[in-house]
């Protein structure tokens, strides 16, 4: 019988093929750039769905905010060739791929036939795209059939009643594609966090730009990037700002397990995801503020919508800032945690300790030799004669 142990064993099995000789002892210049490009990519997308019209945001709004999504610019060229439904089946298919991909190298690593590398290198793929840069355009295309609920196009009721029909995604026929829209989409939010959660890098010196120690913090970006695609479909049913009040919670919630954790190896890569996760902060209470003046009285203040929008850069300074207040605090408790190790064991880097208190009191010693004094957080070193002072 198939147990939830098995299934963990299995899954971690499968990532860890996936991930086996994947790790590196360096990165060049061009894979961070690479990197900042693509947590870029996934910031527009988010930024976009949470500047949805549902919330109040005018069209003038969300028309700019929607510049900054690379894919769904794309998406929009793309539109002029094929229709929205074929977006849909393409969108489908590909989660389907990679949900039955997943099955079948689980499959191979129980029967510990590994030798097949073409599975482990298209699931590799496949989650690279599925679950990082490309989740939140990909639920939107698989969640299409009902994608008038959030007020976006009508092009499947229209497919079926004509030009003009209303958003009824629950009538027959329409129901005949919204619920497997559902089923799939929830299977593909179940495997997303599955596999954030084992993003995590097994090598500690890993060098890659995206290597972390945990995927917990990476797993909480997912929720609140699965929060803010699928809770606009349900704003109508219990308020927009009941939806924007719950996103900005989850949010202040990962970006505080980011700032405690620190999950990635790389400094650059942790600031540059604080500033990623406070300018979300900031976008939700935006739409918080949004809604609830749109609710008043149905009018869009646009001078208020222009002026919480430009200090979206201010908020993902001040992440940035965050995250670097967060090191330097960790510097500084490393550094006391040192003297008073050295302290303990009598060891300076010149001179030998003579310890004439307690083992974290004032200490001293003849001249020439190491001086060690902590107190309130603050050590004093003298060595050689000369003095420095380390907060």
Not at 67 to 90: G, N, P, W
């Amino acid at each position: 019988m198939l147990t939830l142990t098995m299934i963990r064993r299995s899954m971690f099995g499968v990532f860890y093929i996936m991930t086996e000789g994947g790790e590196v002892t360096s990165a060049s210049a061009l894979d961070y750039l690479w990197t900042i490009f693509l947590l870029w990519v996934d910031l527009g997308q988010v930024l976009r769905v949470m500047t949805s019209r549902v919330y109040g945001w005018s069209d003038d709004t969300s028309s700019l905010i929607e510049k900054f999504d690379i894919v769904f610019l794309l998406s929009q060229v793309m539109e002029t060739i094929m229709t929205r439904a074929v977006f849909f089946c393409l969108a489908t298919f590909v989660v389907l791929v990679a949900l039955g991909d997943t099955f079948y190298v689980a499959k191979l690593f129980s029967a510990g036939h590994v030798q097949q590398l073409w599975p482990v290198k298209l699931l590799k793929i496949l989650v690279a795209s599925l679950v990082t840069v490309l989740f939140s355009t990909m639920i939107k295309f698989v969640l299409i059939p009902i994608e008038c609920l959030a007020d976006g196009p009508n092009a499947f009721n229209e497919l079926f009643e004509g030009e003009g029909a209303g958003c009824t995604p629950w009538h027959f026929p329409q129901i005949v594609l919204s619920l497997p829209a559902l089923l799939v989409a929830a299977a593909y939010m179940l495997f997303a966090l599955m596999t954030s959660l084992m993003v995590f890098s097994i090598s500690p010196m890993s060098q890659k730009p995206m290597a972390q120690s945990t995927g917990m913090v990476e797993q909480l970006w997912l929720a609140t990037k699965i929060a803010a695609t699928v809770l606009v479909y349900l704003a109508q049913y219990i308020t927009p700002v009941a939806v924007c009040i719950f996103l900005l919670i989850f949010i202040c919630y990962t970006l505080m397990w980011h700032v405690r954790a620190l999950p990635f190896h790389n400094t650059i890569i942790n600031h540059v995801r604080g500033g990623v996760y406070a300018t979300i902060v900031w976008l939700a209470l935006s739409s918080t503020i949004v809604a609830s003046r749109y609710g008043e009285d149905g009018a869009q203040d646009q001078a208020t919508q222009w002026i919480l929008t430009s200090l979206l850069p201010a908020a993902f300074v001040v992440g940035v800032v965050i995250v670097r207040i967060q090191f330097i605090t960790i510097e500084r408790h490393l550094v006391v945690l040192r003297l008073q190790f050295e302290a303990s064991n009598g060891v300076m880097k010149e001179g030998v300790l003579q310890d004439t208190t307690s083992r974290f009191g004032r200490a001293a010693s003849t001249p020439g030799s190491g001086v060690f004094s902590l107190s309130n957080k603050r050590a004093v070193i003298s060595v050689g004669g000369g003095t420095s002072v380390t907060r």
